[in-house]
């Protein structure tokens, strides 16, 4: 997969910025909620995520928890620089945690 032209996307780009901020377990039903998506789209960009090995999915319960890899945290981390970097209004843009 092209993970360049994949992160010019706003989804798997908010994703992995908004797993990267939260606090708490990041279910699908939750990124979901934050990056105003459904809940179908959120498994897709879940599942393609940890095939390119950023994610790591765990069961728990009937849910299950995401969570960054080394390789899913440094590009979170540089895509927010990214989003700081290219905002016009020079205030980051706030994706919720």
Known sequence: MNLKKYFLNEKPAETLVMINKS??????????????TTYSH???IVQTLEKEGLIETEKAGRKKV???TSKGRECAEALEDFLEAIDSSGKEKEVKA
């Open 23 to 36: 606090d708490q377990e990041v279910f699908n039903s939750l990124i979901s909620r934050k990056i105003d």
């Open 42 to 44: 959120t498994v897709e």
């Open 66 to 68: 995401s969570t960054l």
